[in-house]
């Protein structure tokens, strides 16, 4: 399957564009900036953001992953935030749909929603409301809890000591609290592998749980489909 990716070089797509060489698609890595050697048989595509829709308009992708993101040190202020985790997702989203992708896969997070008082959580909600009226025939929408993997400075302080603590507090965050606990990035990558094979019309929201059967199945066989 040719597949338009974007955040190949963060925590979860660093880990997610090698898996899906390895699966046998053809992979387009949309990137704002080199990051040195990409994947074996992965192929860069390096640009200003304001060009990636021309881009994958030519690249006609059956299906689009979008695991953009980035951290309010990083960014800077929220609305420099919002540029990369709302806006830039969006535009990328829109131009995969617009070029003939018909299922996305987008990494949210845990406790996303509009409502949230919680800025983060809000707009993560607002993204995908907004992500669900674009037109794909399918939508997984993945909501992992903290990310545990090898991000290096990009870490905030408070993210550190969640996943320092995150073995003791995972066993406290069980039954429906689990959705909040820290997992593993390459889990999260392994169940993006395996939704691409989902026929499924529909928006799908996938928490820890699923998130971890999923990249446990083997091709052709499936857990129960997550709920929509």
Sequence with gaps: MRLALAGATGLVGSLLAPRLVAAGHEVHALQR??????????????????????????????????????????AGSQDAFAAVDRDLVLAFARAARAAGARHLIAVSSAGADPASRHFYLRLKGEVERALAAVGFDRLDLLRPGLLRGARGADRRLGERI????SPLANLVLRGPLDLYAAIDAELVAGAAVALLRRREPGTFVHHNRALRALAATRPGSFPSASSP
């Design 33 to 74: 900036r080199p990051s040195g050697p990409g994947a074996p048989q992965r192929n860069d595509h390096v640009a200003p953001a304001d060009r990636w829709a021309g881009i994958v308009a030519t690249l006609a992708p059956e299906a689009a992953i979008c695991a953009l993101g980035t951290t309010m040190g990083k």
């Design 162 to 165: 969640g996943i320092l603590i």
